[in-house]
């Protein structure tokens, strides 16, 4: 996928558009389980979050995937993906029992992360083979507000309370099939999880009838030339070989499971805005552009640096811009960023928009949301439509003042 792809992309389909290669998607995912080959049993979960076109989740499907999911919404995305209930998993937070127990009926393996949740759906439902999501406590993660595994952490069942979570097991008669842990996003450090898979380990020897443990996600993806990113090669080798060897002590071969999304998805996406205004103050240049944190949120949200390109102009002399969205407050993507002199009307490409960008992408300020393109074997491909005023206005129910008056 070449700048002239994306340019032709722009045109084809106006801008702004997300665009995803599959290629890269195919890719990230070989490389992931060929950093695991060494185990007899190996299931990627692909994270549902990060970016739930149901073309993706299809493509994941056709490679061998399972889903990671955190809704009953996504469970049901998944099956109208095809993919089989027994390969999705279903990690919720803070969710009722009715909907633990709508989608335990459509055959999900269930992951329970607290110790209510977990004794009354044990007790209504104790031959359900449920997972349970351990919290650590290590500190893992780039960002406080997507690392989830430390001590404040309100995702898992905290490794102190193993003894009641024992006793509640016993007195249901529960089955737990599964361990899991997700510590947080942009983990670097590969020992930081190879310690909390050490916690998973021993976690894991109070359960007799386990069939997988999942070591969740987080793994960090570069971002610009030069970044670091999670070895994946290296915790492969050194993760595999601790697990059979837990395995010859478990005397039984057991799956070893990931969900990642961001690895997956990030890199093979770009998003596409085509620049509206060049405004010179006393300060700056900014680059207003014709999309926002309405399409974008991660850099506002989480301080996420996106790479920006001009690929109408990618050989020009670089300069100086504050790349800005034309929602009505601060609406920055980058700031003081270099790049090849723009001009009004040229399109810039961000890199890594794959994960966490059209999933969290919305309507704010009446925009429709952009459509999303699948580059596959050479070609563009809609996977989802740009939204239009109808799709604004949908739901809607329009109060009749004329009939009640004031
Ligand atoms: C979000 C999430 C993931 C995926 O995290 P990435 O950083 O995108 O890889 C995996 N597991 C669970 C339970 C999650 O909530």
Same mark, same amino acid.
């Given at each position: 996928m070449n700048n002239q792809n994306l340019l032709d992309i722009a045109e084809e389909f106006g801008?702004?558009?997300y665009v995803y290669d599959s290629e890269k998607i195919i890719s990230q995912y070989r490389r992931l389980t060929n950093a695991f080959q060494n185990v007899q049993q190996l299931r990627i979960n692909y994270a549902v979050k990060a970016l739930s076109?149901?073309?993706?989740?299809?493509?994941?499907?056709?490679?061998?995937?399972?889903?990671?999911t955190v809704s009953i919404?996504?469970?049901?995305?998944?099956?109208?993906?095809?993919v089989e209930p027994s390969k999705i998993i279903y990690t919720p937070n803070g969710v009722s029992l009715e909907e633990i127990e709508e989608v335990s009926t459509l055959g999900v393996q269930i992951n329970i992360d607290n110790l209510s949740i977990l004794?009354?759906?044990?007790?209504?439902?104790?031959? *359900?083979? *449920?997972?349970?999501?351990?919290?650590p406590h290590v500190m893992a993660g780039g960002n406080t507000n997507i690392s989830v595994g430390h001590i404040d952490s309100k995702f898992g069942i905290s490794i102190h309370q193993i003894p009641h979570l024992l006793?509640?097991?016993?007195?249901?008669?529960?089955?737990?099939?599964?361990?899991?842990?997700?510590?947080?996003?942009?983990?670097?450090d590969i020992e930081v999880f190879l310690?909390?898979?050490?916690?998973?380990?021993?976690?894991?020897?109070?359960?007799k009838d386990l069939e997988f443990i999942d070591f969740g996600s987080g793994f960090k993806v570069p971002y610009k030339e030069g970044d670091i990113e999670t070895n994946i090669e290296e915790l492969g080798e050194k993760l595999s070989a601790r697990f059979n060897e837990f395995c010859r002590n478990y005397g039984r071969?057991?799956?070893?499971?990931?969900?990642?999304?961001?690895?997956?998805?990030?890199?093979?996406?770009?998003?596409?805005?085509?620049?509206? *205004?060049?405004?010179?103050?006393?300060?700056? *240049?900014f680059a207003g552009v014709d999309s926002g944190f309405n399409h974008l949120i991660r850099p506002m949200l989480y301080g996420s640096r996106h790479e920006i390109h001009n690929i109408s102009n990618p050989e020009g002399k670089e300069r100086f811009y504050s790349v800005v969205g034309y929602i009505c407050e601060t609406d920055t993507f980058a700031n003081n960023r270099r790049i090849a002199e723009i001009k009004e009307g040229d399109i810039l490409a961000f890199d890594n928009a794959g994960a966490y960008c059209f999933s969290m992408a919305s309507n704010y300020n009446s925009r429709f949301?952009?459509?999303?393109?699948?580059?596959?074997?050479?070609?563009?491909?809609l996977i989802r439509k740009r939204e239009n005023f109808e799709d604004l206005t949908r739901g809607q129910v329009p109060f009749n003042f004329e009939e009640t008056g004031l």
């Amino acid at each position: 996928m070449n700048n002239q792809n994306l340019l032709d992309i722009a045109e084809e389909f106006g801008s702004p558009v997300y665009v995803y290669d599959s290629e890269k998607i195919i890719s990230q995912y070989r490389r992931l389980t060929n950093a695991f080959q060494n185990v007899q049993q190996l299931r990627i979960n692909y994270a549902v979050k990060a970016l739930s076109n149901i073309s993706v989740l299809k493509l994941f499907r056709t490679l061998g995937a399972g889903l990671d999911t955190v809704s009953i919404q996504e469970v049901k995305l998944g099956l109208a993906a095809g993919v089989e209930p027994s390969k999705i998993i279903y990690t919720p937070n803070g969710v009722s029992l009715e909907e633990i127990e709508e989608v335990s009926t459509l055959g999900v393996q269930i992951n329970i992360d607290n110790l209510s949740i977990l004794e009354q759906f044990g007790s209504r439902h104790p031959k *359900v083979p *449920v997972c349970i999501r351990i919290n650590p406590h290590v500190m893992a993660g780039g960002n406080t507000n997507i690392s989830v595994g430390h001590i404040d952490s309100k995702f898992g069942i905290s490794i102190h309370q193993i003894p009641h979570l024992l006793r509640i097991v016993e007195n249901t008669g529960m089955n737990i099939n599964g361990i899991h842990m997700h510590t947080g996003s942009d983990i670097l450090d590969i020992e930081v999880f190879l310690y909390a898979s050490e916690i998973l380990f021993e976690t894991a020897k109070n359960f007799k009838d386990l069939e997988f443990i999942d070591f969740g996600s987080g793994f960090k993806v570069p971002y610009k030339e030069g970044d670091i990113e999670t070895n994946i090669e290296e915790l492969g080798e050194k993760l595999s070989a601790r697990f059979n060897e837990f395995c010859r002590n478990y005397g039984r071969d057991l799956t070893l499971a990931f969900e990642p999304g961001k690895f997956l998805v990030s890199e093979a996406g770009k998003f596409l805005v085509k620049v509206n *205004v060049i405004k010179q103050t006393t300060s700056t *240049v900014f680059a207003g552009v014709d999309s926002g944190f309405n399409h974008l949120i991660r850099p506002m949200l989480y301080g996420s640096r996106h790479e920006i390109h001009n690929i109408s102009n990618p050989e020009g002399k670089e300069r100086f811009y504050s790349v800005v969205g034309y929602i009505c407050e601060t609406d920055t993507f980058a700031n003081n960023r270099r790049i090849a002199e723009i001009k009004e009307g040229d399109i810039l490409a961000f890199d890594n928009a794959g994960a966490y960008c059209f999933s969290m992408a919305s309507n704010y300020n009446s925009r429709f949301r952009p459509p999303e393109v699948l580059w596959h074997n050479g070609e563009a491909h809609l996977i989802r439509k740009r939204e239009n005023f109808e799709d604004l206005t949908r739901g809607q129910v329009p109060f009749n003042f004329e009939e009640t008056g004031l």
